[in-house]
């Protein structure tokens, strides 16, 4: 008998053609069907199908569900899938006809190697094991997004977005922190020492109303506050948890650079004082001054209502300032030489502080601005032994030099 004799060009294109026919099926595929196959069909991590692929109720997009998850297609955005508990929670809120709309990626693995998350259409949900499936959106996932997401200080969300008790604004809460927003203030975030005193008043409907800001680090040092519509929360390791309901707004004049302490560190330093008495401190602006014959400036007795020619002109340079607001010059010295004057023109409120002065001077100076005396205490701020000799830092004010200060013409209510 004849052996048969089968030709390897033959095979070759029948293999070839098996092939174009697969790859022509899975062209021609619906794209749940492409995805399903892409990650692993029956034997994939889905499982098999528990329904044929349908049209959504809105009339857009198609669905597909598995024993193990669903994926979802929409024309202009292709097919993802969803599952597990992110699945759970985009299922409670209404799938796609939810605020969510379709899903834009499959899940995902976070960056910090430990949650997962699905962006979609109106926002994302993120899971991680501690914390659950929750969904962010809006201009609160915007703000979450800026800080890094789960890898900020907020972590992950533990709500979704929810409205407040004021029927007003919107807020989630994260492990880390709360994001709030309304439609007047934006999206901001509160957290720590400040969110808890915060919450204690009663959130958003206390007098405070809703943060203004994130949460600031004041003038560069350890001391941080967040601003609110009708005031600020200061915190600082020494101070503690201090509200302001009254600002003093002052603008920074120099004559000669400070060379003991920065200016940023000797406002850090009176807002730790003054934070102890209800007050913000706002530094409004800062000018260079050229004016050679002033640095050592003649300031006479150094006795409110009485000031020299000097003083006058000096005085005189107001270049952005309010009526109510206040300045500080910073010279070389003073002639008689003291650490600072707070002896000023009438209808001019401010003080002098020298180059070399102690971090407490400027506080000490603009308490005599805002009506408070010396006392012969060196561990209160208006010692009147030179304020090198604060025995305490930072130094005390009691709550009659407290009163006097919120009740200044100088300062305003938040």
Not at 56 to 82: K, L, M, R, T, W
Not at 215 to 224: D, K, W, Y
Not at 234 to 253: D, F, I, M, N, Q
Not at 345 to 367: D, I, K, M, N
């Amino acid at each position: 008998m004849a052996k048969l004799t089968i030709d390897p060009k033959l095979v070759q294109a029948k293999e070839l053609n098996v092939e174009l026919l697969k790859q022509l099926q899975v062209f021609q595929a619906h794209p749940i069907t492409q995805k399903y196959w892409a990650l692993g069909g029956a034997s994939g991590w889905l499982g098999t199908n528990t329904t044929t692929i349908r049209t959504c109720p809105d009339g857009v997009g198609q669905y597909q569900h598995f024993v193990n998850g669903s994926i979802y297609y929409h024309p202009s955005i292709g097919a993802h899938e969803v599952h597990g508990l992110i699945r759970a929670r985009w299922q409670s809120m209404g799938w796609e006809r939810s605020l969510l709309g379709y899903p834009l990626t499959d899940e995902s693995s976070c960056p910090d190697g430990i949650g997962r998350f699905n962006h979609f259409q109106g926002g994302s949900i993120y899971w991680s094991p501690s914390s659950g499936a929750w969904e962010v959106h809006g201009a609160i996932r915007a703000k979450y997004s800026s800080f890094g997401w789960e890898r900020s200080f907020l972590r992950y969300p533990l709500t979704n977005e929810t409205t407040c008790p004021d029927g007003v604004g919107r807020f989630n809460h994260f492990q880390g922190g709360s994001i709030y927003w309304s439609p007047s203030t934006g999206a901001h975030e509160v957290h720590g020492a400040i969110r808890s005193h915060w919450a204690s008043l009663g959130w958003e409907r206390s007098a405070l109303g809703y943060p203004t800001s994130d949460e600031l680090v004041v003038f560069g040092g350890a001391a941080r506050i967040s601003h609110f519509q009708h005031g600020s929360i200061y915190w600082s390791p020494t101070a503690g948890v201090r509200v302001l309901r009254e600002r003093v707004r002052v603008h920074v004049k120099i004559l000669e650079t400070p060379v003991s302490f920065t200016i940023n560190e000797q406002f850090a330093a009176m807002q730790e004082v003054y934070a102890v008495a209800g007050v913000r401190v706002d530094c409004a602006s800062t000018e260079n001054l050229n004016l050679p014959t002033l640095k050592d400036v003649d300031v006479g007795g150094c006795t409110m209502g009485s000031v020299s020619s000097e003083q006058i002109i000096l005085f005189g340079n107001r270049n952005f300032v309010g009526t109510n607001d206040v300045v500080v010059y910073f010279v070389r010295s003073t002639v008689p030489g003291y650490n600072g004057c707070a002896a000023h023109p009438s209808g001019r409120p401010g003080c002098v502080v020298v180059r070399s002065a102690s971090r407490w001077t400027l506080g000490h100076e603009f308490g005599h601005v805002l009506g408070i005396h010396h006392v012969n205490d060196n561990n209160r701020l208006m010692t009147g032994n030179g304020t090198f000799n604060i025995t305490n830092p930072p130094p005390d004010l009691t709550s009659s030099e407290s009163s006097t200060m919120r009740n200044s013409s100088l300062t305003t209510p938040l």
